[in-house]
């Protein structure tokens, strides 16, 4: 624990990627490997669920720190984070240990979860008193499933190919599923993720017993305008287009065992979640498709044709309703069923597509769709148009279509690891946000660098339109992002002057305030006061400009919502 905690402080402290590739390597090249498995874990972004109900921390650290509630609380605002405050307050450490980071995720906290608060407050006592300061700090991390420090998945990869030798997209082909939530990597997880392309252990055919999936290719934002396209990207006629599917992305893995039994079927999320479970239509649907089938496409909640009214994709509140439910009933997977929209083919008969070109490996997908027809398997269309500004009318209609924009994949590109160019080119043209003029008032203090600073901010709209007498600001939507540091801290002044109430450590403002809010989708909330429910909420930008009494209404998001939700 003492070098993981000492990784944690290098990493955390310094802004330099180089410093930061040092401090990993001489880290991953002096740990055993045990404790090298759980380092990569956590800091490739693996985050394993909350060990201790964060009230009852609370509660045994303040006891042990003999501090008044309130003051306990002051400290908490002004710090902006639960484990930083916690270690920080503490007595000093009672004892030393000399136990690694396995030891201690293994024997001591896993072990915590469940447990009934007369065991967890002298269990917690005895781990914390043979603690230093800056080991406390991770270990509170870890126990609050916060861990979180300045580094990326790529930094992880990189390093980690530095000191194998292995290729660093080999790397991260056998990092996709290390960090599912369940996952308790040992010794041995971590030696296959460095170990020699050459030593004997092919690690295609170990990633097939797990049914892991291949790394995601990802897309880059394309924000020029039309005219500019041919330019930029050549005739349409390079490209293949598609919509930009709202749902969730993910690769259904179907593979045998390595020793030929029974095959298996895995269904991936993006964020290397393992969600078969929560889909058993697609379930079902690996169970039609051959062994050493991997594709890679949209889930999504699928209206199918009736009559005169063509398929369509449902909106993504839909997916949410599904996503959410701990059980999945029969009304539901028949109001609520879900297909996968392929748009690749990764992997076919056992055999790596990766490195053919976009327009074989679309051929060769359609060619299996049309071998195995499945309800639940739909292909995403190919558009069509011979310019640019013809897509672009086509793209005109995608918020009514249910789509978030276009996108444009190189005939000839490979599929490529993360956001990457090497190997050809996938670009997302994504429509504009929804947005509307909303009021700024609640705020409450933000974390890390901005703890000091109101940062995270409640918005309202009216509930009614101008002239309506004793109409109300009613809540909607919470924003943290887009401002500038210097719009922030004039934001910050503002909200301390202006603060009617406050409530732990959110403050009541008067509204003065109003900020334009964009968002991707909207929909109708019984889970919400104001009856409706925004994806990704963003400050687009301060409205000096508009008094309070134009900010818009109810009316006006009732007017954005889908045709279906209206």
Known sequence: ????????????????NLAKQAALRAYLEAAAPEDAAWAVYFLAGGKPRQLVPSKLLRSFAREA????????????DAVGDLAETISLLLPAPLQTHELGLAEWMEHHLLPLRGQPPEVLEPTLRAQWSALAPDERLVYFKLITGAFRVGVSRLQVTQALAAVSGVDAKRVAQRLMGYTHIGARPGA????????????????????EVRGHPYPFFLAHPLQLPVEQFDAVLGPPDRWQVEWKWDGIRAQLVRRAAADGSAAGTWIWSRGEELVSDRFPELQALGGQLPPGTVIDGEIVVWRAAEGDVPARVRPFADLQKRIGRKTLGPKLLRDLPVVLLAYDLLEEGGEDLRALPQHERRARLDALVARHPHPALVQSPVLQGD??????????????LGVEGMMLKAHDAQYGVGRTKDV????????DPLSVDAVLIYAQRGHGRRATLYSDYTFAVWDAEPGVPERQ???????YSGLTDAEMARVDAIIRRTTVETFGPVRSVRPTLVFELGFEGIARSSRHKSGIAVRFPRMLRWREDKPVEEADSLGTLAMLLPAADG
């Open 1 to 16: 624990m003492k070098d993981f905690a000492a990784l944690y402080r290098a990493l955390d402290s310094s802004t330099s």
């Open 65 to 76: 720190a003999g501090l008044p509630e309130w003051l306990f609380d002051e400290s908490y």
């Open 188 to 207: 041995a997880d971590y030696l296959r993720l460095v170990a020699a392309a050459d030593a004997g252990g092919d690690e295609a055919a170990e990633g």
């Open 387 to 400: 310019s640019w500004a013809a897509l672009a009318e086509q793209r005109s209609e995608a918020r009514a």
């Open 424 to 431: 050809g080119t996938w670009w997302k043209w994504k429509i």
């Open 473 to 479: 600001l009613v809540p909607f939507a919470k924003a």
